[in-house]
């Protein structure tokens, strides 16, 4: 069975520094498709990146990039120059290609700090 | 315009009633989704319907039914609500059946189910 696994319940960033959010996933499957979803307080789900498990280049949106190791199954996502409005619950996200059924993670509590 | 609506966006209600929860995507999306939140952020799928058939439904008391009258509403209703039940409950939708990147799911802003 596939499974999503953030082992950082919470972290903490200071305002314009860089933080680097992490996610590992287990599957025996080859295509695939993986996401960054952000959740703030008004708990509105947002996607933030996607990346598609056959691309070796990783995705970036802006300021929001990841580092996808296909071998390792690691999807960690990379956040440059924080805001406070970066501040939320991040989730990461797996999708088998062809499949209906999304699965995630626990999430990662993101605090910025002014 | 708001691509999918969930109402209501609060619930609250005693134990034992039965409640429903509308949801429609005006994004000609062919899929539709039910995730539960619990209280601690886990975010699991419930149910999914494609082109108003049922084609995911995970372990979920029968209490709960989704019903589909076209492909742009999926209502969840729950009968005889338990305590356990108090979580937010997300609708989401997407183009197709996963096959590339534009079937991501798109949310609604989730509906807060408060059992008293």
């Known amino acids: 069975a596939q499974t999503v696994t953030q082992s950082q319940p919470e972290m903490s960033v200071q305002e314009a520094e860089t933080v680097t959010l992490s996610c590992t996933y287990d599957t025996s499957e080859s295509d695939y498709y993986l996401f960054w979803y952000k959740q703030p307080p008004s708990r509105q789900m947002i996607l933030v990146i996607r990346q598609e498990a056959y691309k070796q280049q990783n995705a970036t949106e802006n300021r929001f990039s990841v580092n996808f190791q296909k071998a390792a199954k690691s999807f960690s996502l990379k956040i440059s120059d924080s805001q406070l409005g970066d501040a939320a619950m991040y989730f990461c996200?797996?999708?088998?290609?062809?499949?209906?059924?999304?699965?995630f993670g626990a999430g990662t509590r993101l605090f910025v700090k002014a | 315009d708001t691509a999918v609506s969930q109402t209501p966006k609060y619930l609250v209600t005693q134990m034992g009633n039965d409640k429903s929860i509308k949801c429609e995507q005006n994004l000609g999306h062919d899929t539709m989704y039910w995730y539960k939140q619990d209280s601690k952020k886990f975010l699991k799928i419930m149910f999914s319907y494609n082109n108003k058939e049922l084609i995911i439904n995970e372990t979920v008391p029968n209490r709960f039914s989704p019903k589909s009258p076209d492909k742009a509403h999926l209502n969840l209703h729950i009968n005889s609500l338990e305590l356990g039940d108090s979580a937010v409950y997300f609708c989401?939708?997407?183009?197709?059946?996963?096959?590339?990147?534009?079937?991501?799911?798109?949310f609604g802003p989730g509906t807060r189910l408060t059992v008293l």
């Open positions: 996200a797996y999708r088998i290609t062809g499949g209906f059924k999304t699965i």
């Open positions: 989401a939708s997407s183009r197709g059946q996963g096959r590339s990147t534009q079937d991501t799911q798109y």
